[in-house]
């Protein structure tokens, strides 16, 4: 009745789990997935960005140096007339020393001098009958040499040149006059710019390009994604601030629209990439969330399975113990073996709930079946931590109080330092109760031999890497010196991981002897109905005998399990 209670309840809760567990995977599978592909999409975004960027920054370099070439030549002539032209002011030789100096190859050829009252002289009209006034300057420029003053675009009809308009470039007393351009700065087809002249306050002024260009990108970011018209903006001056500045504007929207392969490519891989880890998610979760989920809310006397492997004496070759082993059911009723799920227990600090199951679960089942007429020794592995439980002696009550058929083991694995003193306390409370002790995996972790001298236990099981190990090698040489550690001791010995028939051979003729043995050569973790039939078989034969008996001297003394 209570199993098929089971299977039913098993049945709704397969079901249920399995509903929400599918939901919950395939959510955190398209959310993680989702946020792959955005984040993705983000990075090439930011790497295509920062490739655009450079390349204005390239081209507004482009941009910007004839009108640098331009300065560097108004800055040189500058220089020119202040270190040539030092004769009287607008005197035949003061004309003749700037008449020399516009004829250098540098496309400057009218210079002016500026007096208090404007323009006194220029080269091409020599003195002037009435100066021209200037006016305010434009725009000024900071510059090492002095502040440059600026009129753009003035007409220069006062000074001889009717229907020419021209810019003026003045510094202390002298004056540049130079036309505009007959075409503007290079055209770039996927790039807009305006540049222009900003002065030391920060002022911009304006002079080709794009008109509204450069107030538009102030305060914009560089990629600027979110607005209306997406774009790639910057502004790039020679010095700032009063210098020469070029707005720069690259139309996202445009650029895609012409490289619509590589974009379409990009977004086919980050795709891919996005499917992959929603799998490696999916998968992920269903390793890890889901079975935690199932082992929690399912962790019960239905679900925890015992396994029985025999643990023979070496001498007599009978079966003298058994060694029980967990196993959990889970709820589609497959098997899950312990180093998926113990550390689960361990984490969740469900170890002496977990103990208590297993030792209720091998007690019901090992007192439904016929165990000879010796006590046979039933080991359990016991968590380090559970050794503090004041209650842990009592979870084998069962057990001790039916001591003619069983002797309750308990195998201890030094998984952490100890305090001598604090553990043999623990250990007496148990050996007290009845309950035999076996230090478990000697030989591997913390486990030592001055452990094993300092606590009284019954007996040592050495780890089963030195029994698989290959002859002549370190782990085999050091499987001798183990059992001469232990023998010197007055402990048992059990050896597991016996393999092979030779292996039991040469355990069997090993001198100081092994007392009992363990492994899959003699048989593999039965359930209970295997087992029962095991210890039958064996009392058919007169003698709960796994392996045939080894010889014996006269002298030879048998061994008392454990004692």
Same mark, same amino acid.
């Given at each position: ?96 020393? /700037?008449?020399?100096? =516009? &004829?250098? #190859? ?7 001098? @500026?007096?208090?009252? !404007? %323009? ?102 560089? /990629?600027?994604?979110? =607005? &209306?018209? #997406? ?7 020679? @010095?700032?601030?009063? !210098? %020469? ?123 439904? %079946? ?194």
């Amino acid at each position: 009745m209570l199993e098929s209670q089971w299977e039913k309840g098993a049945a709704m809760a397969k079901f249920i789990v399995n509903l929400v567990s599918a939901r919950r995977q395939q959510a955190a599978a398209l959310l993680a997935g989702l946020v792959a592909f955005v984040l993705i999409c983000l990075l090439v975004t930011g790497f295509a960005g920062q490739i655009t960027v450079t390349a204005i920054e390239r081209e507004s370099r482009q941009i910007l140096k004839p009108l640098l070439d331009r300065k560097m030549g108004i800055q040189n002539a500058f220089a020119l007339l202040e270190k040539d032209a030092v004769a009287e002011p607008c005197s035949p030789l003061f004309l003749d020393q /700037i008449r020399r100096i =516009s &004829l250098l #190859p540098d496309g400057l050829q009218e210079f002016a001098y @500026v007096g208090e009252a !404007g %323009i006194t002289c220029s080269v091409t009209q020599g003195r002037l009958a009435t100066p021209v006034p200037l006016g305010k300057a434009d725009t000024t420029l900071s510059e090492p040499g002095g502040p440059i003053e600026f009129w753009a675009e003035r007409e220069m009809a006062d000074l001889g040149f009717s229907g020419i308009v021209s810019s003026i470039a003045k510094r202390g007393h002298f004056a540049i006059l130079y036309p505009k351009p007959k075409t503007d700065l290079p055209l770039v087809g996927w790039l807009r710019y305006e540049w222009g002249l900003e002065d030391a306050s920060g002022a911009f002024w304006p002079r080709g390009g794009e008109a509204g260009l450069y107030d538009r990108n102030l305060g914009s970011h560089a /990629i600027d994604v979110f =607005s &209306l018209s #997406p774009a790639v903006r910057g502004i790039h001056c020679d @010095v700032s601030p009063g !210098g %020469i500045c070029v707005a720069t504007v690259v139309p996202i929207l445009p650029l895609l629209a012409k490289g619509w392969p590589i974009l379409l490519v990009t977004l086919f891989l980050a795709a891919l990439a996005a499917v992959g880890v929603a799998s490696q998610m999916r998968a992920a979760v269903a390793r890890w969330w889901s079975l935690d989920s199932r082992f929690l809310r399912t962790l019960g006397p239905e679900t925890i399975q015992c396994l029985y492997q025999p643990i023979v004496n070496l001498k007599t070759g009978e079966i003298e113990a058994c060694e029980v082993l967990a196993r959990w059911r889970d709820v589609d009723g497959s098997t899950v073996f312990p180093d998926c799920f113990i550390p689960i227990v361990e984490k969740s600090g469900r170890t002496f709930e977990f103990t208590r199951l297993v030792v209720d679960r091998a007690y019901r089942e090992l007192s439904q %079946i016929k165990t000879g007429n010796a006590p046979l020794y039933v080991t359990f592995n016991v968590f380090p931590c559970d050794l503090r439980e004041p209650g842990l002696p009592a979870v084998f009550s069962d057990f001790l109080a039916d001591c003619d058929r069983f002797i309750p083991v308990a195998e201890l694995v030094e998984s952490e330092a100890i305090d001598v003193k604090t553990m043999q306390s623990r250990l007496d409370t148990l050996r007290a109760s009845g309950i035999k002790v076996l230090i478990d995996d000697f030989g591997a972790g913390y486990s030592n031999i001055k452990n094993l001298v300092d606590l009284s236990v019954d007996g040592v099981k050495i780890d089963r890497s030195f029994a698989m190990a290959e002859d002549g090698t370190v782990a085999a040489r050091m499987l001798d010196l183990a059992v001469e550690m232990v023998h010197a001791t007055g402990r048992a010995i059990v050896v597991e991981g016996i393999e092979t028939e030779e292996r039991l051979e040469m355990l069997r003729r090993h001198h100081p002897a092994v007392d009992f043995v363990q492994g899959f050569h003699l048989s593999r973790p039965v359930d209970i109905g295997r087992f029962e039939r095991l210890l039958a078989d064996a009392e058919t034969s007169s003698s709960r005998s796994l392996i045939r008996r080894a010889p014996s001297t006269a002298n030879e003394m048998m061994v008392e399990a454990f004692a």
